[in-house]
């Protein structure tokens, strides 16, 4: 029951939060209003392999961070829940066994569902109910699962970055991917990702060692962070270089590189979902900073070694920005 001030003392929500919602978010924060702690519970068998219950607490923990929700509670996993398709009682019956040996005891289940009235009364509990017909919030797990980019609009940019490809733009110097990177993001109503080198390499006077190197790779991915959870992203992050590239660099320049800069090198397989290489049939523009057109071909031999070495799957692009948007275009939509 409430207490004089109308509050509960502990109120439950479970659920599979697979993605995390709008709705989901409205429906804890109905609850944090409405008690004075509240615990919930993350689960669903079979799980989501794309999105397995770990991350789905990621997404609360980010959401609703402790230092600002001290009284939210994330409850851990408990082994062998029944499916999604076992009947309700057998789910009551579970809840309610799992929560007995945590010694957890809430005296009010806050649910959106028709499942939460039995599930109180077997916790012999109170229920609250939290928008059933969906009003507030028209959408649901299932419906944002059936396409996920179209409900991106019900969904944290700190959720929705799990969902968005990085798509790598490499090549050597002057081949077109700054312009490129740009272009496609525009091209599809997304963001995209300078390169970082650029900034420390005129800072530096182009004076750069092994750990200049390695600071361009952690902030060039530090930017890539920054962007996936920047709002109005759109299905892809297009990005300008990789760390493989930053490693060739040091080795050009340093003749060495650290073992931290070749750990980011080798995360590239599977940090991009797709990896797009601009050949270097542009005519080379000098801007002061770049070395010349017999480089340039040097350093696309080495790109295109690494890429083939490392096994990454790569699609080349040429022709001119117009060509080369249109390439990429028909390859990501098919």
Request: overall charge neutral.
């Amino acid at each position: 029951m409430p207490d004089n001030t109308g509050k509960f003392a502990h109120g439950l929500i479970v659920g599979k939060f697979a993605p995390l919602h709008a709705g989901h978010e409205a429906l804890i924060r109905f609850a944090l209003s409405r008690c004075e702690r509240v615990s919930v519970w993350v689960y669903s068998r079979p799980d989501f392999p794309s999105m397995p219950s770990p991350v789905r607490r990621g997404w609360l923990r980010e959401v609703f961070p402790a230092h600002l929700f001290p009284q939210l509670t994330l409850l851990p996993d408990a082994p062998n829940p029944p499916l999604n398709s076992a009947p309700d009682a057998e789910h009551q019956q579970y809840v309610g066994a799992v929560l007995d040996g945590w010694n957890v005891r809430p005296d009010v289940v806050v649910t959106s569902e028709a499942y939460g009235p039995p599930l109180a009364e077997r916790l012999n509990s109170a229920h609250l109910h939290f928008d059933p017909e969906r009003r507030q919030t028209p959408i649901s797990g299932t419906a944002i699962r059936a396409d996920v980019h179209a409900s991106r609009h019900f969904l944290n940019p700190l959720v929705y970055a799990h969902f968005v490809e990085r798509v790598a733009i490499v090549g050597a110097e002057s081949t077109g991917k700054s312009t490129l990177t740009a272009a496609l993001a525009g091209d599809f109503g997304t963001h995209f990702v300078r390169e970082y080198g650029r900034d420390v390499y005129e800072r530096e006077d182009g004076k750069l060692t092994p750990e200049h190197f390695l600071e361009i790779a952690l902030g060039h991915r530090a930017l890539e962070e920054e962007a996936a959870r920047t709002p109005g992203l759109n299905r892809s992050l297009f990005v300008d270089t990789t760390a493989a590239t930053t490693l060739m660099w040091s080795y050009l320049l340093c003749r060495t590189a650290l073992p931290e800069l070749h750990a980011l090198a080798n995360d590239a397989k599977r940090r991009y979902a797709h990896t797009f290489l601009c050949a270097d049939d542009l005519a080379h523009e000098q801007d002061g900073w770049r070395s010349n057109t017999e480089v340039r071909g040097v350093q696309q031999a080495f790109i295109r070694q690494d890429l083939e070495t490392r096994g990454v799957r790569y699609q080349p692009l040429r022709g001119s920005l117009t060509e080369r948007v249109a390439q990429v275009r028909g390859f990501l939509r098919r």
